[in-house]
């Protein structure tokens, strides 16, 4: 004997169509969500790279030797293919900071206070402070990006990240 249909356990048409509804309401929510998570994903990345840059500026600066007068800066080697010469050996001296750029790796590109190459993603420029004393050096890091824009002259950077250095000796 057969049973009848209106016995059966079913889902109808409208139950079905509202269940997809629902569905497609959550989905649609959770792909707006991904132009935010994206920007913070490239932003994240950029604020990580920009770190680096301010941990190898740091690394030169505090590699930076106090030789006796006469005597050339150790530091890049005798082969002269240091391009961080500039920012060696003059703590005391300097009055205007350095500009100096990077591409998206991290890697130092052009050169140290001219114009950004179409490379540099990030600017770097590195302040000198008068130290506070004899064995003490002083600086501020600044990374920006893109390296094109100068906050310096009204530019607004897309980010930056900024660090205070202190060497002792």
Request: net charge positive; with cysteine; hydrophobic share 40%.
């Amino acid at each position: 004997m057969k049973r009848p249909l209106s016995g059966s356990a079913a889902f109808s048409l409208v139950e079905v169509t509202l269940a997809l509804g629902v569905a497609a309401i959550c989905l649609i929510a959770i792909l707006g969500l991904m132009p935010a998570t994206l920007k913070t994903q490239q932003t994240s990345i950029q604020q990580t790279t920009a770190n680096q840059i301010v941990s190898t500026v740091f690394s030169f600066l505090r590699a930076d030797v106090r030789l006796p007068p006469g005597q050339a800066n150790k530091v890049c080697g005798d082969d002269g293919t240091c391009e961080w010469g500039n920012l060696h050996g003059h703590w005391r001296d300097r009055a205007l900071p350095d500009t100096v750029y990077f591409t998206k790796e991290a890697k130092q590109t052009g050169t140290i206070n001219g114009n950004p190459p179409p490379d540099a993603v990030f600017r770097a420029k590195v302040t000198y402070r008068f130290p506070p004393s004899e064995t003490t050096s002083l600086a501020d890091i600044r990374v920006t990006w893109p390296a094109q824009v100068d906050p310096d002259n009204g530019g607004v950077s897309a980010g930056s990240v900024t660090s205070l250095i202190t060497v002792n000796r």
